[in-house]
């Protein structure tokens, strides 16, 4: 049984910093892309940040330099460190393995968006202004 768990949300002040967590198991991890995504009441799922199975990673412009994915596949595990985090930021996160390769267009979250296989329930972060 393939499970996505992602932990590690809450309520921060605006400048904070969360990590993210997202545990996995049922699938060969490493074979996987990895990346979040977020949803916000009103606004259209968004792809956060992505790592492929040797490290190259991707972000959206506006968390580019606040936030970092990686990965740890001896422990199945993503995560995402978030610092200087604003109320835009707030979202219900999700986490999302992908049969994903990298991309050379800039528009990297289509990309996945269409190779994504498993996600999460997800976690959600509330940054207060």
């Known amino acids: 049984e393939v499970q996505v768990v992602e932990s590690g949300g809450g309520l921060v002040p605006s400048g904070g910093s969360l990590r993210l967590s997202c545990a996995t198991s049922?699938?060969?991890?490493?074979?996987?892309?990895m990346g979040w995504f977020r949803q916000a009441p009103e606004r259209p799922r968004e792809g956060v940040a992505a790592?492929?199975?040797?490290?190259?990673?991707y972000y959206t412009d506006s968390v580019k330099g606040r936030f970092t994915i990686s990965r740890d596949d001896a422990k199945d595990t993503v995560y995402l460190q978030m610092d200087n985090l604003k109320p835009e930021d707030t979202a219900h996160y999700y986490c999302?393995?992908?049969?994903?390769?990298?991309?050379?267009?800039?528009?990297?979250?289509?990309?996945?968006?269409?190779?994504?296989?498993?996600w999460g329930k997800g976690t959600v972060v509330t940054v207060s202004s």
């Open positions: 049922g699938f060969t991890f490493g074979a996987y892309g």
């Open positions: 999302a393995a992908a049969t994903f390769r990298g991309s050379k267009s800039p528009d990297w979250w289509n990309t996945f968006y269409y190779a994504m296989q498993y």
């Open positions: 790592i492929t199975t040797n490290g190259t990673t």
